[in-house]
Structures are given as C-alpha cells and as structure tokens.
C-alpha cells in the first residue's frame, strides 16, 4: 500500500503567513517508520543500484545490508515538512534545497523523525518573504539526514 493510500491529506486552508514565521522558530514534523516493504520498493522505481534493491549483494557490502536510496530520504523528509509545517503555511513556491548531506544510512525499522528550523526570513516585497529553513531526519538522536530549503511564503499584504 502507498503511503498516500495510507494517510489522507486534510485540504484545509494554511493560516500562517510569512510574519507569524521568526529566525529560530522550530518545528516538530512528526515521524514515519521505515518498513521494509517501502524500503525496496522506492528504489526499485526511482533509485535502482543493486545495494538497494539487492540483498545478498547488500549483505556483502560496505553498510552490511540494505539502506534507504538518499532520494528515498529526501522524499521522506518533504513528506514530513509538508505535513507538520508547509502545508499550514502560504507557500507560493519552492526556491532552492541547497546542502543535502546523508550522514548515515536509513534502514528497516528505523523511525525517522523530522525537524525543521527557520534559519532566516527576508521580506523581498511587501507580499512575500522568502524563508532559509534548516531541516533533518533523525533516529535514536542521531542526525541521519540534513538540507537547506529555501521557500517563498505569502505575507498578509497578498490579501
């Protein structure tokens, strides 16, 4: 089953506008459990390298068995940032993701938790900010995953 099959996605109205946001502010993203189902399935149609979808030739190699794809890692985490935080936000569009480091591999079982903070907000017009966010994907405290987004959110000024 599809993780879209698996979790609605409320299509209520975002109430945060780019002056509600502020440097430093952190937001909880909530988690999601790498299962092994999603863990080979992903790669198999988006990052198809044989220790991703091969687990006899995994076992032999470097990290011992089967990782996420960092592609996998990175939808993940967008998934996450648009449930705890983007999706109540006026985002008008996406500017750059800049810094994507994989510190360590994501395996089966692990439970990923994300994190994003607001790193810089520059008011560009009257009617739009654009926001600097810090964001990661981390397990058992340790940060597996890290990126730099960049996003253009409405002001109060659009109305």
């Not at 109540?88 to 990923?112: D, S, T, Y």
Request: charge should be negative; hydrophobic fraction near 45%; charged fraction near 20%.
């Amino acid at each position: 089953m599809s993780i879209a099959a698996k979790e609605q996605i409320d299509p209520t109205e975002p109430t945060v506008y780019a002056e509600d946001l502020a440097v430093g502010d952190i937001v909880d993203l909530g988690s999601y459990k790498m299962n092994a189902e999603d863990l080979h399935e992903f790669p198999v149609q988006w990052d198809p390298q044989r220790f991703h979808i091969d687990e006899e030739f995994a076992q032999q190699g470097h990290f011992g068995g089967i990782i996420a794809s960092g592609i996998h890692s990175l939808a993940i985490f967008q998934r996450l940032a648009v449930l705890g935080a983007y999706r109540h936000w006026w985002v008008l569009a996406g500017r750059a993701m800049e810094n994507i480091q994989f510190h360590a591999p994501v395996r089966p079982g692990m439970e990923l938790h994300g994190q994003l903070e607001i790193t810089d907000i520059q008011f560009k017009r009257e009617d739009r900010a654009l926001a600097t966010l810090h964001g990661s994907l981390g397990c058992d405290g340790q940060v597996l995953f890290e990126v730099t987004n960049a996003a253009w959110i409405w002001g109060r000024a659009r109305k």
